[in-house]
């Protein structure tokens, strides 16, 4: 990638000068790799603003979060409803204390 920025262009995704493309330089570094599929569900556990799975009765059951493709009363495609909902369940369970 700095190669790229440095010649002023990226090949593989046709950018040129013209293109936002700034170094990385700064240490840590993260890549994820994503594959583009077609994916819904329309059904899948209920949950609660936290992510937190919740019962027929809207009752919490401790510790169980769910996201993403698993969770229903979303539609849309699920790579940033999965993201943003993990994110979600990461941060309020580690609040919860530890049985």
């Known amino acids: 990638w700095n190669g790229y920025v440095d010649a002023g262009e990226d090949p593989e995704f046709e ?6 493309m700034n170094r ?5 570094f993260y890549a994820l790799s ?9 059904g899948g556990l209920r949950v609660n603003g936290r992510q ?5 009765q809207g009752q919490v059951i401790p510790g169980l ?6 969770v229903g009363g979303f ?3 699920g ?5 943003v909902h993990g994110y979600i369940a990461g941060t ?8």
């Open 15 to 20: 950018r040129h000068e013209d293109a936002p």
């Open 65 to 70: 979060y769910a996201g993403g493709e698993a």
């Open 24 to 28: 990385i330089a700064t240490p840590p």
């Open 75 to 77: 539609n849309k495609h």
């Open 52 to 56: 937190q799975v919740v019962n027929m």
């Open 92 to 99: 309020h369970a580690v609040e919860e204390p530890s049985s």
């Open 79 to 83: 790579l940033g409803k999965g993201h």
């Open 34 to 42: 994503i594959m583009v599929i077609w994916h819904d569900s329309y």
